[in-house]
């Protein structure tokens, strides 16, 4: 049977990000306030973040926004998938931008699983070295035992 960690699902997912085969996003997910979904607090929280995960769709940004009068509070932030243009039709760019009305701070990225707190998010060009000496070290030791 095979059985595939967590590691080797976000080496796939970065591998096929690195080379251009890009039919979804994955974004963290939490505090959207629906029904039976996490909120934030849990996810800060976890041992592990993989029951956050959201396939979203390939012409989506991952998103985390943070109420501005306490951006400190990871808990009361809400992660997701947003439309890469907004209803005004004008892309969203990468990085943190601050409402000037509601204070509320906002971040958009485009690599999988980019949204998650404080987390640094790596450039496409580690994860694929990474993605490969990962495979390599996998290969040596499946195929070799």
């Known amino acids: 049977m095979l059985r595939i960690t967590t ?15 890009e039919e979804a996003r994955w974004c963290y ?4 306030g629906v029904a039976g979904e996490p909120d934030c607090a849990e996810f800060i929280a976890a041992g592990t973040w993989t029951s956050f995960w959201r396939k979203c769709s390939g012409d989506s940004l991952c998103v985390k926004t943070v109420p501005g009068w306490n951006t400190s509070d990871e808990s009361r932030a809400v992660r997701g998938c947003t439309p890469l243009r907004s209803l005004r039709g004008t892309k969203h760019q990468d990085g943190c931008w601050t409402h000037s009305i509601t ?15 404080h987390a640094l998010t790596p450039t496409p060009t580690a994860l694929a070295s990474a993605a490969f000496a990962l495979l390599a070290v996998y290969v040596a030791l499946v195929g070799g035992g």
């Open 7 to 21: 590691a080797a699902l976000v080496l796939l997912l970065s591998l096929r990000a690195a080379i251009g085969h």
């Open 29 to 32: 997910e939490c505090g959207t």
């Open 103 to 117: 204070s509320f701070l906002t971040c958009y990225c485009s690599a999988d699983l980019c949204n998650a707190a």
